[in-house]
């Protein structure tokens, strides 16, 4: 069985006249332990896929299979369950809370997973020193520069060691050098058996990667193994 | 934990927004006051009504008062050419004796107390705009009223506090006090026993407290269509004087007020003003009138109050809106404002019934303080029911400013949040 499978996937946003199809008849099987990166060019629905994949939204037809757990047919609150114990995300801005400190971003899927207090202290510390933060736990995002925060985002996504972490752009909005070492952060986590996604505009971030999945115009027209 | 997570929300939310979150604890608790004095007059209203219910009944109420245009006959009474003193006299024993009505004495005058401390809201026609001052300030003209025997037990009249007149009360002999009952404002400026040295109808008396009304006390007043509100009155008793003295200008002025009044009786008004000119003819007394305004005190009263109510009703209703449409308008746009960080929220595992307690919770705090502060000042400064009207409003409104932000959050995409930013 494979680990997670797109049946037939598609998305439409909008009605009528201003009706968009952002994905057209996905079909994607997904094994554990891949390293995969998304691209194609702005708009092409790689977003969008990778929103499906993490639970933040659901199609608006097709399947999709997580463990032989039918995913698609979630309401709100199971998706949000789903979320919180299987998927780890990054996005390009980071979505820190600006007025929580660091510890308190990294404690919230804890908090969420009903953890105790001493489990959560214990928790964030080991995130926090595996992300060289260990020293910054009461500061704010904006105290912090973008490579910590990314890493302080990547601390928050492994909390509750989800089963696949997913990043959209997650080096958009970083310098070429904490770029490298964010990836490099991935790579570790995937050579640690974790199933990692990327979504990325940039080909030599998905050169980095074990399959790369092209899109265009909300349809996969590639999709290869590099390695 | 997870509700921990939730009150940290609804904190922070607050502290977010304080100043916005305070004008609406400002407004909820306005419109929660404002609430409960409406609902305080509708139910003064309500109990003026019963409570005239109680001891008239279905009875008519008609007012009776000399002609103010008549001033020759007036001018020849206070002469007391041919008698006219005598012919009143007869008048108002006819008017007592009746027995198809009850003739209560009661109308307006004012005392001249000398008292300087007395303020001027007590002051005759203060309400008017028009207060009478004495040209000595150590003098004042207050507001008073004269009331016969049954004016106490016909209107359910008590005091809160001293007693209540006796018969001998409204008898007067040179050199003794008269008894006056104060209104419920005097409270802070007189003491039960004291001594008053005042002028009633140009004579010098002196008055003595004997108790005070409770506050909120009304009695229906002759040539007035409805009643007079007692609290910053002075009552005292409509007495008799002596018939073997000569007769002073105080006989004839005071008889001349006594004889205004009110009939209460099942007769109609035709039969009622019948009698009264027969009455003036048989006992040759000056023109007096009977006015039907009013006529049936219940019928005023609850006219008075419908109207009065069905206003208050209107008020409550646009208050009620206006302060629904505020707490949902504001806590729409603060949940608009935090799209960003509900994305976050639900990034990281909340559910969207996270979001709605916190909503829910933000609404619950600001109708907390406000409902606490409205129950206190409620409870002093309206009623005692204060704190289960403002329970009430505050529930309602919570319960229906809550609608519309939950729809919005429930409709929230966390996609469209994150991207927001």
């Not at chain 1, 704010?140 to 928050?156: N, V």
């Not at chain 2, 009505?101 to 028009?130: M, T």
Request: charged share 20%; hydrophobic share 40%; with cysteine.
């Amino acid at each position: 069985m494979d680990f997670l499978e797109l049946k037939n996937i598609c998305k439409t946003f909008g009605r009528g006249e201003n009706e968009v199809k952002a994905l057209k008849d996905i079909n994607i099987k997904i094994g554990k332990g891949e390293l995969i990166a998304i691209t194609g060019k702005s708009g092409c629905g790689k977003s969008t896929l990778l929103n499906i994949i993490g639970g933040l939204s659901l199609p608006s037809s097709g399947a999709y299979i997580f463990e032989g757990s039918k995913i698609s047919s979630y309401n709100q609150n199971e998706l949000a369950s789903f979320r919180n114990r299987n998927i780890g995300f990054v996005v390009q801005s980071f979505a820190l809370i600006n007025d929580m400190t660091i510890f308190d971003n990294i404690a919230l899927p804890l908090k969420y997973a009903g953890k105790k207090s001493f489990e959560i202290n214990k928790r964030v510390k080991e995130l926090t020193d595996k992300m060289e933060l260990s020293d910054k736990t009461s500061f704010f995002p904006s105290q912090l520069s973008g490579g910590q925060c990314q890493r302080a985002s990547i601390a928050r996504a492994l909390a509750c060691n989800p089963r696949v972490f997913l990043a959209d752009e997650p080096t958009g909005a970083l310098d070429e050098q904490t770029g490298k070492n964010i990836l490099n952060i991935f790579k570790s986590l995937n050579e640690g058996g974790m199933t990692v996604i990327i979504v990325t505009h940039d080909l030599e971030i998905a050169s980095m990667c074990n399959r790369r999945i092209e899109m265009k115009d909300g349809t996969i027209f590639n999709d290869y193994n590099l390695k | 934990m997870k509700i921990g997570i939730v009150w940290n929300g609804i904190i922070r939310m607050y502290k977010k927004h304080k100043w916005l979150a305070f004008l609406l604890i400002v407004q909820c608790f306005v419109c929660t006051l404002l609430i409960n004095m409406i609902f305080g007059t509708i139910l003064k209203t309500h109990s003026s009504v019963s409570k005239f219910s109680r001891f008239i009944g279905s009875k008519s109420y008609y007012w009776v008062n000399d002609d103010p245009d008549d001033n020759i006959g007036f001018s020849r009474y206070m002469k007391n050419q041919n008698g006219e003193y005598k012919k009143l006299k007869d008048f108002y024993e006819c008017l007592k004796r009746e027995q198809s009505w009850k003739f209560l004495s009661v109308d307006r005058q004012f005392i001249n107390i000398h008292s300087a401390g007395i303020p001027d809201k007590f002051l005759f026609q203060y309400e008017q705009g028009c207060p009478i001052e004495s040209e000595d300030k150590s003098k004042k003209d207050v507001k008073c009223l004269h009331v016969s025997k049954n004016v106490f037990s016909e209107f359910g009249v008590t005091v809160s506090e001293g007693r209540e007149f006796q018969n001998e009360d409204f008898h007067y002999d040179n050199g003794e006090y008269i008894p006056i009952i104060l209104g419920h404002e005097y409270k802070d400026i007189f003491s039960l026993g004291q001594i008053l040295d005042g002028e009633y109808l140009s004579e010098t008396f002196k008055f003595k407290v004997i108790g005070f009304l409770p506050e909120l006390t009304e009695i229906p007043v002759s040539g007035n269509t409805g009643t007079i509100l007692c609290d910053r009155y002075i009552v005292m008793p409509a007495f008799s004087f002596n018939d073997n003295s000569e007769i002073s200008f105080f006989d004839k002025a005071s008889l001349d007020h006594y004889v205004s009044g009110v009939i209460i009786s099942d007769l109609n008004f035709a039969d009622v003003e019948e009698r009264i000119n027969r009455y003036i003819l048989e006992t040759g007394a000056r023109k007096y009138s009977v006015n039907p305004e009013g006529s049936n005190v219940i019928k005023s009263l609850t006219s008075v109050s419908e109207s009065e109510l069905s206003r208050l009703i209107y008020i409550f209703i646009i208050l009620t809106i206006f302060t629904i449409a505020s707490i949902s308008i504001t806590v729409n746009g603060f949940i608009r404002e935090n799209y960003y960080e509900y994305g976050v929220h639900l990034l990281s595992g909340a559910t969207p019934r996270f979001l709605v307690k916190q909503i829910i919770g933000f609404i619950t705090l600001i109708m907390s303080i406000s409902f606490a502060i409205s129950s206190i000042v409620g409870m002093f400064l309206i009623s005692n029911l204060a704190p289960l009207v403002s329970l009430i409003f505050s529930v309602v409104v919570a319960l229906l400013s809550s609608v519309f932000p939950i729809n919005v959050v429930k409709k929230v995409d966390v996609n469209n949040l994150i991207r927001r930013q």
